[in-house]
């Protein structure tokens, strides 16, 4: 009976060990996707396509800037573009620009520097001032200089699943699912935020046709925006495999809404203030340490998406610069205008 009586407090003892050791050893924290070391990676590649472009005789590729007013984020954004194209081997300016140009003279440096066989690569640094119309400005870039990918012609063609120019976070958000291996062929996908610059072109990319021409990812996209109630907006979330929030709102996206082993990519950037410091900061749309205790991948900000951003404005520079083989009528009208 004693014998039967120590078995027993021995397998007692056991199955306390191996609860023990189940509840000690929790998952481990999402896997921190840097995106700063996905960019070095991309870079690399663009300057080897610029070297072997410029030693097979071509002129090397040349990105021009439009700068308008004197917004701090956006000079930034620029500092950040020239600095990334002369890594690359790109030339590059930037036009300055007083905040009180007319929109007229805008499109009229526009059309100049479409018609300069020398640009390879234009855009104009958005926001605008309220008196411009933005849509009007991107389309008045001309689509094979199109670097942001704005253009309606390149976005229609995005549309299409045809090869264009790919606006550059959206693309930047593709690459980093596809480069860290997260799977997309039929699964849950939902992007937060509509907008026809991020949001949509994200969506677009993820939920279209991985057989076509610009393959996509072959995914079941939600999209939600500002009317979509926070209530059912979780109802998505916390059956998606991806999300991608892209909406602007600080810690819109909480550890509550996703399911654990969800890929989170975090497109926002918000300044606030640090209620410890009282300093300004800079934050996503996700509530990333939260996030990070369920998630199975998590892009950081900064630090994230954004170096991503920069990276691909730089393929697009390069795939301009090639697009006087492709569309050479068009170079030798520009060239025979300037």
Request: one cysteine or more; proline letters at 5%; a positive charge.
């Amino acid at each position: 009976m004693a014998t039967i009586r120590a078995l027993r407090k021995l397998c007692q003892h056991s199955q306390h060990q191996v609860c023990k050791l189940h509840t000690t050893a929790s998952r481990q924290e999402a896997v921190v996707i840097s995106g700063r070391k996905l960019a070095r990676q991309i870079r690399e590649e663009t300057r080897a396509d610029v070297d072997k472009w410029v030693s097979a005789g071509h002129r090397r590729p040349h990105l021009s800037v439009i700068l308008v007013g004197e917004n701090p984020g956006s000079h930034s954004y620029v500092l950040n573009k020239t600095r990334a194209a002369a890594d690359v081997g790109i030339s590059s300016e930037t036009i300055l620009k007083h905040s009180d140009i007319s929109e007229e003279e805008l499109l009229d440096l526009i059309y100049k520097l479409n018609a300069d066989h020398r640009v390879d690569g234009l855009l104009v640094q958005l926001p605008l001032p309220d008196h411009i119309d933005e849509r009007a400005i991107c389309n008045a870039v001309s689509p094979t200089k199109d670097v942001d990918g704005f253009h309606v012609v390149n976005v229609g063609r995005m549309c299409l699943d045809q090869s264009t120019m790919l606006p550059a976070t959206p693309w930047g958000v593709w690459e980093i699912i596809n480069r860290t291996g997260i799977p997309t062929i039929g699964k849950n996908v939902v992007v937060a935020g509509r907008s026809k610059n991020v949001g949509m072109p994200i969506a677009m990319l993820l939920h279209t046709d991985g057989r076509h021409e610009r393959p996509g990812g072959d995914a079941t996209v939600t999209i939600s925006h500002r009317y979509t109630p926070k209530d059912q907006l979780r109802q998505h979330t916390k059956i998606a495999d991806i999300i991608v929030a892209a909406a602007g709102i600080p810690n819109l996206i909480t550890a509550d809404m996703i399911k654990e082993g969800a890929a989170v990519i975090d497109v926002g950037i918000n300044r606030v203030q640090d209620p410890v410091t009282g300093k300004s900061r800079l934050v996503g749309d996700v509530d990333f340490e939260g996030v990070r205790q369920k998630a199975g991948f998590i892009t950081p900000v900064p630090g994230g998406v954004g170096p991503m951003t920069v990276a691909m404005l730089m393929k697009n520079t390069i795939k301009a610069a090639k697009n006087v083989l492709l569309y050479p009528q068009e170079r030798i009208r520009m060239a025979a205008a300037s």
